[in-house]
Structures are given as C-alpha cells and as structure tokens.
C-alpha cells in the first residue's frame, strides 16, 4: 500500500506564489518517477510537471518558466514551486507517483489539493 499525501495548497492573488509537496509512504522499494496534474471541473486531468529519479523534468507548455519541480528522494517527496500564478492556473492539483516494488510497477495518485488565484 502506497500513500500520497499532499498540502500547500489555497487561495492566492495573481501573480502571487505557492509551494505544493507531496510525500509518499508505505511499501516503496524505488519511485521511478513523480509529477503533478491539475484538473478543472468538468475536464480532463492535465499533466503540469513531472520528475524522474534522474533525468530532466518536464512542462506544460502554460508553466515553463513559471513553475519548477523538484523531489528529495532521500524523503521520498516531491514539490512543486508555482510562482507568478494566473487565475487560469486555478485547479485542483494531485500528485502522482509510479512506485517500483517486487518486479512490478504501479500507479498512485493523491487525494488533491485546491488552487484558487484571484485576479
């Protein structure tokens, strides 16, 4: 069993800057990789970073520049730094982790965190 456990979410102004983290706990033997996605009401999850154990993150096109993702493997979390929020950035954001454990792979998902940017 794997959990993912996320906070930093809230209510921001435009412009504005928030710290998302996600930790993962439970029967892990090696995360392969990690990542954030967001979803508005009514659409589709969205992928906005994500992070191997080594290699180059990755970006939605909406927040290079803006957004960095970083992990310490060593506590097995992962964060998000979104700086110059826009109100379309508001969404819920959950963390995703593809955990490796006895020969095999599998998919785990936070329970979500709300975004909110004013304008």
């Given at each position: 069993q794997v959990?993912?456990?996320?906070?930093?979410?809230g209510l921001v102004q435009a412009g504005g800057s928030l710290r998302l983290s996600c930790a993962a706990s439970g029967t892990i033997f090696r995360i392969i990789a990690m990542a954030w996605y967001?979803?508005?009401?009514?659409?589709?999850?969205?992928?906005?970073?994500?992070?191997?154990?080594?290699?180059?993150?990755?970006?939605?096109?909406?927040?290079?520049?803006?957004?960095?993702?970083?992990?310490?493997?060593?506590?097995?979390?992962?964060?998000?730094?979104?700086?110059?929020?826009?109100?379309?950035?508001?969404?819920?954001?959950?963390?995703?982790?593809r955990v490796f454990y006895r020969g095999s792979s599998t998919d785990h998902w936070g329970q979500g965190t709300q975004v909110t940017v004013s304008s």
């Open positions: 959990q993912l456990v996320e906070s930093g979410g967001r979803q508005d009401p009514g659409k589709q999850r969205d992928l906005v970073a994500a992070i191997p154990t080594s290699g180059v993150p990755n970006y939605a096109d909406s927040v290079k520049g803006r957004f960095t993702i970083s992990r310490d493997n060593a506590k097995n979390t992962v964060y998000l730094q979104m700086n110059g929020l826009k109100p379309e950035d508001t969404a819920v954001y959950s963390c995703y982790a």
